[in-house]
C-alpha cells in the first residue's frame, strides 16, 4: 500500500494501481453504470496530455526530461496499456475534471515508473503540476471529446458507405420487378422493388452528407483556453503549438479555435453532430419499418421479400422466422433518438463561462455513434446482403391492386374510374372486366395502359 494526501486528508492506495487519490475518491462517489472510459477515449486523452507536454517544452515551461518522459508514458497507453486503470463512471463530477485527473495520475505514474522512481512521488512527476501544465479539465475535457467523437464518426461512416454500397447493389438486382405501390397502407401506383431499395440508398448519402457537415465543426479545439478561455496559465506560445502537436499525433487536420471563450461556453458543436445521427436513425428506422412489412406473413402478410433466417423466431411457434435483425436495428435508433434529447438538455445547460454537464454529452453522443456503427454493420451484413425478392408475390400483387386504376384516368375520367374501383371492391369483380364493359376500352388497350404504368427504372 501507498499513502497519498491532498487537502482532504490522506487515502490507502494499493501499490499496484496507476492512478490516485483523486481517482480513488471519485470511483468511491460515482458508483452509477459500471461504465467507464472505452479505448477511443483513453487514447484521446493521453494524446491530448502528449501534446501538452511537447507544447510545455516547447515553451520552455517543462523540463525537457520530464516532458519526454510524460511523451512515453502516454505513448504507452496510446499503444493499449494501462487502460484498465481509467475507472472513472460515465457520470462523473461536472466538466470532467475527474476523469482529467485519472488521467493525470495515471499518466504521472507510468512515467515514474519508467523513471525507475516509486509511484506517488510526485515530487519528481506531479499530475497538477506537470501532466496538467498550461491545462484545466475546461479545455482538456471538451478537447478529448472532440478527439474521440472524430474517431467514431471514421467509423460510423464507414458502415455508412458500406451500407449505401449493399444498398445500391440490391436496387441493381431488383430492377424491373415491379410491385404495387403503396401509399397510407393501401394500394397505390406501381413501382419496383428496385426503386425502393434505390431511395433508401438515396436517404443514407443525404445522411452521410449532412454527418460530414457537422464533423467539421468537430475539428474546432479550444485547447489552451484553460479555466474560462483566458488562457491563464500557459507556456508561450501554447495554443499555436499544442495544437500543432495533436495534428502530428493523430494525423489530423484540427484547428484552434478563433474564440476560446465562445467554444469553452456552447456546446452546440457536439449537439450538431447529435442531430445528424439522430436523422441517420429516423431514416433507418423508418428502411426496418418498411423491410418488417415488406416481409410480413409469409401467409397472411405482404411477403414481396424474403430475408436470411438468423434465428429461430418463437419458442411456441414451429418454423417462425422474425425479422430479428431489423427488430433490434428499431431499437438502437429509438435509443439514439432518445439519447438526442439528453444531448439537448445537457447543452443547453451551460451557465456563463462553462458547460459543466459535458460528461452526460460525451457519453449520450459517443455511445450514440458506437451503437448505430455496429447496428448498421449488423443490418448491412445479416439483413440487406442477403434480402431476396419474392418475384410471385410481387406479380401476384400487382395483378391484383387496385392502385394501378389511376392509370385509367386520362381514358375515363378520375369521377368514372373511382366509381368502377367502388364497384370491384362491393362486388369482387376484377377492374379489368369492369372497364371493358364500359365499352370505352378494349382489352388490349387496357393491357398497354396497364403496362405503362410499370417503371422502368
Known amino acids: ?96 475534471t475527474s476523469y482529467n485527473m485519472n488521467a493525470n495520475e495515471v499518466i504521472a505514474n507510468v512515467a515514474l515508473t519508467l523513471m525507475g522512481k516509486n509511484k506517488g512521488d510526485y515530487s519528481v512527476i506531479h499530475p497538477n503540476d506537470h501532466v496538467n501544465m498550461s491545462q484545466s479539465t475546461n479545455d482538456v475535457y471538451p478537447t478529448m471529446m ?58 443514407m448519402k443525404k445522411d452521410r452528407d449532412e454527418l460530414i457537415d457537422a464533423s467539421d465543426y468537430i475539428m474546432e479545439l479550444n485547447i489552451g483556453g484553460t479555466a474560462v478561455g483566458t488562457g491563464i496559465n500557459t507556456a508561450k506560445n501554447y495554443q499555436e503549438n499544442v495544437v500543432k502537436h495533436i495534428n502530428e499525433i ?19 458543436d457536439f449537439s450538431r453532430v447529435m442531430n445528424a445521427v439522430t436523422n441517420l436513425a429516423l431514416d433507418v428506422e423508418k428502411m426496418a419499418n418498411d423491410i418488417r412489412l415488406l416481409y410480413s406473413g409469409p401467409g397472411t402478410g405482404i411477403h414481396e421479400i424474403i430475408i436470411p433466417a438468423v434465428q429461430q423466431g418463437s419458442s411456441i411457434m414451429p418454423g417462425k422466422i422474425n425479422p430479428s435483425i431489423a427488430e433490434a436495428m428499431n431499437m438502437i435508433c429509438h435509443s439514439v433518438i432518445g439519447a438526442q434529447q439528453a444531448v439537448n438538455m445537457s447543452v443547453q445547460a451551460g451557465q456563463l463561462e462553462l458547460n459543466v454537464m459535458m460528461p452526460n454529452i460525451d457519453y449520450e453522443l459517443t455511445r450514440s455513434l458506437d451503437i448505430m456503427t455496429n447496428g448498421l454493420k449488423m443490418f448491412k451484413e445479416k439483413l440487406i ?22 392509370l385509367l384516368n386520362p381514358y375515363l375520367g378520375y369521377d368514372n374510374v373511382a366509381k368502377i374501383v367502388r364497384e370491384a371492391v362491393e362486388t369482387g369483380k376484377s377492374i379489368k372486366s369492369l372497364v371493358l364493359a364500359t365499352g370505352k376500352i378494349t382489352e388490349e388497350q387496357y393491357m398497354k395502359i396497364m403496362d405503362s404504368g410499370v417503371p422502368k427504372d
Open 385 to 406: 446482403d442477403g434480402v431476396k425478392a419474392n418475384v410471385p408475390v410481387c406479380r401476384e400483387h400487382l395483378a391484383n391492386s387496385f392502385g394501378s386504376a389511376a
Open 250 to 268: 493523430t494525423k489530423e487536420n484540427f484547428r484552434k479555435s478563433p474564440n476560446l471563450l465562445g467554444i469553452m461556453q456552447f456546446m452546440t
Open 146 to 203: 472532440r478527439l474521440t467523437v472524430s474517431k467514431k464518426i471514421k467509423k460510423l461512416k464507414d458502415a455508412l458507405n458500406e451500407l449505401i454500397e449493399s444498398l445500391e447493389a440490391k436496387s441493381r438486382e431488383f430492377r424491373g420487378i415491379a410491385k404495387p405501390g403503396r401509399t397510407h397502407l393501401q394500394d397505390a401506383a406501381p413501382v419496383t422493388l428496385g426503386l425502393e431499395f434505390g431511395a433508401y440508398a438515396y436517404a
Open 1 to 96: 500500500m501507498r499513502t497519498e494526501r491532498d487537502v482532504i486528508g490522506e487515502v490507502q492506495l494499493p501499490d499496484n494501481v496507476f492512478y490516485g487519490i483523486n481517482t480513488a475518491r471519485a470511483r468511491e462517489n460515482f458508483r452509477i453504470t459500471g461504465l467507464t472510459a472505452d479505448s477511443d477515449h483513453i487514447v484521446s486523452i493521453a494524446q491530448v496530455k502528449k501534446a501538452a507536454a511537447l507544447a510545455n517544452a516547447d515553451g520552455g515551461a517543462l523540463d525537457k526530461e520530464k516532458a519526454d518522459y510524460i511523451s512515453r508514458a502516454c505513448d504507452e497507453i496510446i499503444s493499449g496499456k494501462y487502460h484498465d486503470q481509467f475507472v472513472i463512471d460515465v457520470y462523473q463530477a461536472g466538466a470532467g
